[in-house]
């Protein structure tokens, strides 16, 4: 079989190429690993609504609620502190099997052909055209678009870019109890059935990580990503530092009677694009592929998205790789990952990590009891990185 | 809760080929030189993957959430890593 386009995962980044090329006339396959599009995907899902409306019917996103509230808690030894920032829109937690289902059927109203249970294991050139190689045989294109997630197999293969290593990679575990509605309504004090919060938990202890909590219609979603290179220094296991989350934070109590429905796991990658290719000949790479996450706040799915459009129209367009470096960097979501890359790097080093949240504590419970006398700050170090934030923030 | 208790949550069709192997048993003998116990694979493993048995590393396959941790852990490049064929392996409901 020949097309004109193959997709390789369904993903928001390959769901988002594979609508977008097929909106513009391309014969596209999009292939899928799991029985479903988003049955092998894991992730917390707080999603902004806006970023799916380029390309997607937004009127019919299947979310779980809206998010009113984002929590911020920062936890270090000693201290503890909580802002509540309020949110007037956008903001949305979803569940990945049906947001994952919903953007792949939208591709396939677009035309696009969707083919789950099926594994691609490698791409090669022959003359003008991919072959793609999958454990049920071999499909032909003119153009492919590798947007296989984090553990990218065919993209390493193709000696496009490297794996990732523990010192830019952070392993997150997720747990999911269910409870119903009211129950979840009442414990978290919401008026309506559709409203939310999400939380994004700073911690220091026993080892720096970033959690976080979800809720949706009927369950609560709780979770922790570590960087690697910690765990595997210290020795310890990603659910032992989620257990002392939970502990510490009280949330035994708030899932009580609930009973576990999921336990997940899966790499963030914090790595990547322009650092690595994201192209080779016509094979376009997009979304955590070429790492285009926010390790910080989680949010990969928006730039996933995006560039899973660049990559939809690259492949339709025939770009070059060039053509596709310089695309992908004129799109605001990729940039904004790609500018914060080295301050994110700076803030995920154990020892910077541990002095912000400590010293954001330590200025917020100064500022309560009108003493700040426990406030140290390192001013080569704040200005230092004020420098890599303002980049951020320009982009 | 135990790990093994929080994987029965979890939908899994198993495939009857392993998707993940050592390559060489002698590189891991090598890596607890280096690294000590737990060994890099079996610290960043959410699932109780991997264990070190009779200066053996022992892999329970079955019960792998395909994260991709510990091929990214491991320092000597020395798992065999791929993804369970034709979909197998798990399904998540909510992911
Ligand atoms: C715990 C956790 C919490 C997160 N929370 C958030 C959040 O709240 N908000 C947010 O925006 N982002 C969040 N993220 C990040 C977000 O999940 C990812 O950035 C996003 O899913 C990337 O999309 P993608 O399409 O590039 O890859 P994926 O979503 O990983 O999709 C890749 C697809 O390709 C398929 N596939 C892989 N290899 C093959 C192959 N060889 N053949 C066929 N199919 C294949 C996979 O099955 C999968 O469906 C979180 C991540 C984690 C791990
Ligand atoms: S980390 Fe690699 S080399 Fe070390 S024990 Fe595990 S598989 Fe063997
Ligand atoms: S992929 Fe993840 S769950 Fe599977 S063995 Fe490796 S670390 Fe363990």
Redesign the pocket.
């Known amino acids: 079989m020949k097309f004109d386009i193959v997709v390789v995962g369904a993903g928001p980044a390959g769901s988002s190429a594979a609508i977008t090329a097929a909106k513009g006339g391309a014969k596209v396959l999009l292939l899928e690993r799991g029985p479903e599009p988003g049955s092998k995907n894991v992730s917390g899902a707080m999603i902004r609504l806006d970023d799916f409306s380029s390309v997607y019917d937004v009127s019919s996103i299947p979310i779980e609620r809206k998010v009113k509230n984002v929590d911020l808690i920062l936890l270090s030894d000693s201290n503890r502190t909580r802002i509540s920032v309020n949110v007037e829109s956008n903001l949305a937690t979803a569940a990945r099997l049906k947001l994952d289902k919903w953007m792949a059927q939208q591709a396939e109203k677009a035309g696009a052909i969707l083919i789950t249970k099926t594994t691609v294991l490698g791409v090669e050139r022959e003359g003008n055209e991919y072959k793609v190689e999958t454990d049920r045989g071999e499909v032909r294109a003119d153009r492919v678009v590798l947007a296989e997630g984090v553990n990218a197999l065919v993209s390493m293969k193709a000696n496009i870019r490297p794996d990732l290593t523990p010192d830019n990679a952070v392993q997150t575990v997720k747990e999911v109890y269910s409870l119903n509605k009211d129950e979840v309504n009442k414990r978290f004090g919401f008026k309506a059935d559709d409203e939310g919060v999400s939380w994004r938990i700073l911690g220091t202890d026993p080892v720096p990580y970033a959690g976080f909590l979800y809720v949706y219609k009927d369950a609560i979603a709780i979770g922790a990503g570590i960087p690697m290179k910690i765990l595997i220094k210290r020795k310890i296991t990603p659910y032992t530092v989620l257990d002392e989350v939970k502990e510490r934070l009280g949330l035994n109590d708030l899932v009580k009677g609930a009973s576990l429905r999921e336990y997940s796991?899966k790499v963030i990658p914090e790595y990547g694009f322009p650092s690595w290719k994201a192209c080779s000949g016509k094979v376009y790479l997009a979304g955590d592929a070429i790492g285009l996450v926010d390790p910080l706040t989680f949010n990969g799915i928006g730039p996933a998205v995006a560039s899973g459009v660049v990559a939809g129209k690259a492949s339709l367009e025939s770009y070059e790789c060039s053509k596709y470096e310089s695309e992908l960097m004129k799109n605001r979501e990729v940039r904004r990952v790609v500018n914060g890359r080295p301050l994110v790097k700076e803030l995920v080093e154990e020892e910077n990590f541990k002095y912000y949240v400590k010293t954001i504590n330590d200025l917020l419970h100064g500022w309560v009891y009108s003493d700040f006398s426990k406030v140290k700050l390192d001013t080569s170090k704040l200005l230092k990185h004020l420098l890599l934030g303002i980049g951020v923030f320009k982009s | 809760m135990r790990v093994e208790e929080k994987l029965y949550t979890l939908r899994y069709k198993k495939d009857e080929q392993p998707h993940?192997a050592i390559i060489d048993p002698n590189k891991c003998l090598k890596c607890e030189e280096v690294n000590g116990v737990p060994q890099p694979?079996i610290s960043?493993?959410?699932?109780n993957?991997?264990s070190w048995i009779n200066q053996r590393i022992v892999i329970s396959y079955e019960n792998?959430?395909?994260?991709?941790?510990?091929?990214i852990a491991c320092p000597y490049s020395n798992i065999s890593?791929k993804y369970p064929r034709y979909g197998l392996g798990i399904a998540l409901r909510y992911g």
């Open positions: 796991a | 993940l694979c960043v493993c959410p699932a993957v991997y792998c959430v395909e994260c991709g941790a510990c091929r890593w």
